[in-house]
């Protein structure tokens, strides 16, 4: 049997091929087929079982990548060894998937549309915007749809627990109890998504986890999804904890409003900082949401220009 697949360019080669080609070794050694490589291009031949096992590691992994999830060859290597030890069941052809494929709700903005295109194209993602522009329904709504195609084994929700003018403290219950509040809004994006049944099912198996911020220290998640939502009560300190989280093959969305930050202390929002220390990093993409893209009750977007209205008249006044 012989199979032939071709690249998009030299970039996706590097990461299929391996580290001085260390993946095509592996196919030869572990399958005994033949490897031919040239340029963009690659031909498997050999016995119709082993072919086969190389061709559907190979779209598992060229899926991963275009999904913007394997982005070295050390990741497409160690998914690859992995692949072949415990066998694959693709669910279809990488190169069909497309960004349709992943969106379980329509998108409502332009704006929306970047941000989408942009978690499938970048491992990191910051999306920037105010409240109702479905920064945090898309991410979900991502996490949900990379899960089911199989290209990720975990989404993780996380928040920080910082109050909006009120205190942890007056409220009841121990400390998971009192945090409980802050991960309800996450509840519910993943319930327009998933069953009741299905959500259960996800978190006494830790597929998804919803939690605070604090637990995340000291942890490494591979091949997941992780979405930090309101980013802006993060500090510094925290939101690089956060970011080295992240292990291979895994996919990061951090979601924040600038203008709504609620530390209590002069530390700089680890938002902030995020925008003005990471820009122009390959693979961390910054998307920026406007009230054009306000996709909440429409009486929202004259609020929030109400309340611009009344800063720079008050801002107007000190100065």
């Given at each position: 049997m012989d199979w032939n697949l071709h690249l998009k360019g030299p970039k996706e080669a590097i990461v299929i091929f391996g580290e001085r080609d260390s993946n095509l070794k592996?196919?030869?050694?572990?399958?005994?087929?033949?490897?031919?490589?040239?340029?963009?291009?690659?031909?498997?031949?050999?016995?119709?079982?082993?072919?086969?096992?190389?061709?559907?590691?190979?779209?598992?992994?060229?899926?991963?990548?275009?999904?913007?999830?394997?982005?070295?060859?050390?990741?497409?290597?160690?998914?690859?060894?992995?692949?072949?030890?415990?066998?694959?069941?693709?669910?279809?052809?990488?190169?069909?998937?497309?960004?349709?494929?992943?969106?379980l709700t329509p998108l409502k903005s332009e704006g929306q549309r970047v941000y989408v295109q942009k978690m499938l194209e970048n491992p990191i993602v910051f999306c920037i915007g105010p409240s109702g522009t479905g920064k945090t329904y898309l991410a979900v709504m991502m996490a949900v749809a990379l899960l089911r195609y199989g290209l990720v084994n975990k989404i993780v929700l996380v928040r920080p627990a910082v109050e909006a003018g009120e205190k942890l403290g007056f409220l009841p219950g121990?400390?998971?109890?009192?945090?409980?509040?802050?991960?309800?809004?996450?509840?519910?994006?993943?319930?327009?998504?998933?069953?009741?049944?299905?959500?259960?099912?996800?978190?006494?198996?830790?597929?998804?986890?919803?939690?605070?911020?604090?637990?995340?220290?000291?942890?490494?998640?591979?091949?997941?999804?992780?979405?930090?939502?309101e980013a802006q009560n993060t500090t510094s300190t925290q939101m690089k904890m956060f970011l080295t989280r992240m292990g291979v093959a895994s996919k990061v969305v951090v979601t924040g409003d600038v203008t709504q930050i609620d530390l209590r202390n002069s530390e700089e929002s680890g938002l902030v900082q995020a925008q003005r220390i990471l820009s122009g990093i390959e693979g961390v993409a910054f998307v920026y949401m406007g009230k054009n893209d306000i996709v909440r009750n429409p009486i929202i977007q004259q609020i929030l220009d109400a309340y611009e209205r009344a800063e720079e008249k008050n801002g107007s006044e000190k100065s």
């Open positions: 592996t196919l030869k050694k572990v399958l005994n087929i033949k490897v031919i490589a040239r340029d963009n291009r690659l031909r498997l031949s050999g016995e119709d079982s082993a072919v086969e096992r190389a061709r559907d590691a190979l779209n598992e992994i060229l899926a991963q990548m275009r999904a913007g999830i394997v982005t070295t060859p050390a990741e497409s290597s160690d998914m690859l060894n992995r692949l072949l030890k415990r066998g694959v069941e693709p669910i279809r052809e990488a190169g069909d998937l497309k960004l349709e494929d992943f969106l121990d400390f998971e109890e009192k945090v409980s509040p802050y991960l309800k809004p996450l509840y519910d994006a993943l319930y327009d998504f998933l069953s009741v049944n299905e959500l259960k099912e996800y978190r006494e198996t830790e597929i998804i986890e919803v939690i605070p911020l604090a637990y995340m220290r000291g942890r490494t998640l591979n091949r997941s999804l992780i979405i930090l939502d």
